[in-house]
């Protein structure tokens, strides 16, 4: 869907879809919103498991970092009982130590590692938890942007005003949920657009900028 219809096809957007039908352009941004949640979700889902397997990795490369380091400190403290055999030992505890360090640096790395995609875990869970929110609320957004690109050019500011009230009220009482912060002006046009319109000579405020 996405690489056929979304980032497949450079016509459609949420520009042209509201062109064609201003009832579905929130509904195609909504559908794009799935998308993009879908394809975040399978990007995060398969760090997880690498999480995973890097953490028990990591315990398995500590478990053997302490077993060694455990018989080196046998063969040290028998070195005194076992003069003949000394040069020997000896060969065994500094082999045992650089093996000991070459496990040290790979538990660093592993950490390292495993620090890093934790962090962008939790910056993807964010990202995910922010799409759920504006996935709850999508329905409600897209009807007060629709209902105000259907009535609202009949009315002044005030009147404006009062109509959205009313229309949130609505949805209160239907249970639907919707963003309390919803901008009509950064939610049906993009900021390249208002300044162009701005470069024209039309005035910033809020009413000239939703007539835009």
Same mark, same amino acid.
């Given at each position: 869907?996405?690489?056929?219809?979304?980032?497949? +096809? %450079?016509?459609?957007?949420?520009?042209?879809?509201?062109?064609?039908?201003?009832?579905? *352009?929130?509904?195609? !941004?909504?559908? $794009?919103?799935?998308?993009?949640?879908?394809?975040?979700?399978?990007?995060? $889902?398969?760090?997880?498991?690498?999480?995973?397997?890097?953490?028990?990795?990591?315990?398995? %490369?500590?478990?053997? !970092?302490?077993?060694?380091? !455990?018989?080196?400190? =046998?063969?040290?403290?028998?070195?005194?009982?076992? !003069?003949?055999?000394?040069?020997? /030992?000896? @060969?065994?505890? $500094?082999?045992?130590?650089?093996?000991? $360090?070459?496990?040290?640096?790979?538990?660093?790395?592993?950490?390292?590692?495993?620090?890093? /995609?934790?962090?962008?875990?939790?910056?993807?869970?964010?990202?995910?938890?922010?799409?759920? +929110?504006? /996935?709850?609320?999508?329905? *409600?957004?897209?009807?007060?942007?629709?209902?105000?690109?259907?009535?609202? *050019?009949?009315?002044?500011?005030?009147?404006?005003?009062? /109509?959205?009230?009313?229309?949130?009220?609505?949805?209160?009482?239907?249970?639907?949920?919707? @963003?309390? *912060?919803?901008?009509?002006?950064?939610?049906?046009?993009?900021?390249?657009? @208002?300044?162009?319109? =701005?470069?024209?000579?039309?005035?910033?405020?809020?009413?000239?900028?939703? +007539?835009?």
């Amino acid at each position: 869907v996405d690489s056929g219809y979304l980032t497949g +096809n %450079a016509d459609l957007t949420v520009e042209s879809v509201t062109r064609s039908s201003k009832a579905c *352009g929130p509904l195609y !941004k909504w559908a $794009e919103s799935q998308v993009k949640y879908s394809s975040v979700y399978n990007r995060v $889902e398969p760090l997880r498991q690498e999480v995973e397997q890097l953490e028990q990795e990591a315990q398995v %490369a500590k478990d053997e !970092k302490l077993r060694i380091e !455990k018989e080196v400190a =046998e063969l040290e403290s028998s070195i005194s009982q076992y !003069k003949d055999d000394y040069a020997a /030992l000896i @060969r065994d505890v $500094e082999a045992l130590k650089s093996e000991s $360090e070459v496990v040290t640096k790979k538990v660093d790395r592993a950490e390292s590692l495993i620090k890093s /995609l934790s962090q962008e875990s939790e910056r993807w869970s964010k990202s995910k938890e922010t799409f759920q +929110n504006i /996935l709850r609320s999508l329905v *409600g957004d897209g009807l007060l942007m629709a209902a105000f690109l259907t009535y609202s *050019g009949f009315f002044d500011f005030r009147g404006r005003i009062v /109509l959205m009230k009313r229309w949130r009220e609505v949805l209160d009482a239907l249970g639907i949920e919707y @963003r309390e *912060g919803l901008s009509m002006v950064e939610s049906l046009s993009k900021a390249s657009e @208002r300044l162009e319109w =701005e470069s024209l000579g039309l005035p910033s405020d809020a009413l000239s900028l939703e +007539n835009g």
